[in-house]
T-cell receptor, first 112, second 122 residues
Framework: DIVMTQSPDSLAVSLGERATINCKSS????????????LAWFQHKPGQPPKLLFY???TRESGVPDRFSGSGSGTDFTLTISSLQAEDVAVYYC????????FGGGTKVEIK | QVQLVESGGAVVQPGRSLRLSCAAF????????MHWVRQAPGKGLEWLAV??????????VDSVRGRFTISRDNSKNTLYLQMNSLRAEDTAVYYC????FGGGMSFLVDIWGQGTMVTVSS
């Protein structure tokens, strides 16, 4: 099974500053058949269900602000919030869907 | 509007059984694979199981295989999770989620329900 590892576990960023979350898979989630990375990012706020932000590693889901971006390929991926807003406080999870789905441990984003 | 509504969560004793339900609204339920995901208190998300659009294919994580069974009734637009031999470590919020891609058994999910709490305690 593919294991997903996120870093850091938590980070505190000032409003308007950049937040960067890393995600590493234990094996590549890049498909040779379609050249797509089977990697998604979710945002999870307290008391709400998780929300899909990105799939195929960098395809933004409808309605997601463009201050969010997803990047990476193979085994290393990054979620970036270019200018942190108060409403972005949440736990962020990466998830691979290349094989038996698996989530990373989550990264808690807070305001400094 | 696509909506998923879980129910059936309860406080149960170790070793007992419980069945969760997830009612689907606002989309053609029979065209999408469906998932169960859980979150234990203070922990991260754990994917549990998926069932194909027609119910013919299922896949689950090793930790619950043999104890938990995913099923669906497309005539009722409802997804189920039968949980047997419950343990304290099964205490969690259980979410159902819709497969992103129509047809078959998409491993990517998009819409989630609000979740239902299961507490396993004597």
């Amino acid at each position: 099974d593919i294991v997903m590892t996120q870093s850091p576990d938590s980070l505190a960023v000032s409003l308007g500053e950049r937040a960067t979350i890393n995600c590493k898979s234990s094996q590549s989630v890049l498909s040779s058949s379609n050249n797509k990375n089977y990697l998604a990012w979710f945002q999870h706020k307290p008391g709400q269900p998780p929300k899909l932000l990105f799939y195929w590693a960098s395809t933004r889901e409808s309605g997601v602000p463009d201050r969010f971006s997803g990047s990476g390929s193979g085994t290393d991926f990054t979620l970036t919030i270019s200018s942190l807003q108060a409403e972005d406080v949440a736990v962020y999870y990466c998830q691979q869907y290349y094989s038996t789905p698996a989530f990373g441990g989550g990264t808690k984003v807070e305001i400094k | 509007q696509v909506q998923l509504v879980e129910s059936g969560g309860a406080v149960v004793q170790p070793g007992r059984s419980l069945r969760l339900s997830c009612a689907a609204f606002g989309f053609t339920f029979s065209s999408y694979g469906m998932h169960w995901v859980r979150q234990a208190p203070g922990k991260g998300l754990e994917w549990l199981a998926v069932i194909s659009d027609d119910g013919g294919n299922k896949h689950s994580v090793d930790s619950v295989r043999g104890r938990f069974t995913i099923s669906r009734d497309n005539s009722k637009n409802t997804l189920y999770l039968q949980m047997n031999s419950l343990r304290a470590e099964d205490t969690a919020v259980y979410y159902c989620a819709k497969g992103f891609f129509g047809g078959g058994m998409s491993f990517l999910v998009d819409i989630w329900g609000q979740g239902t709490m299961v507490t396993v305690s004597s």
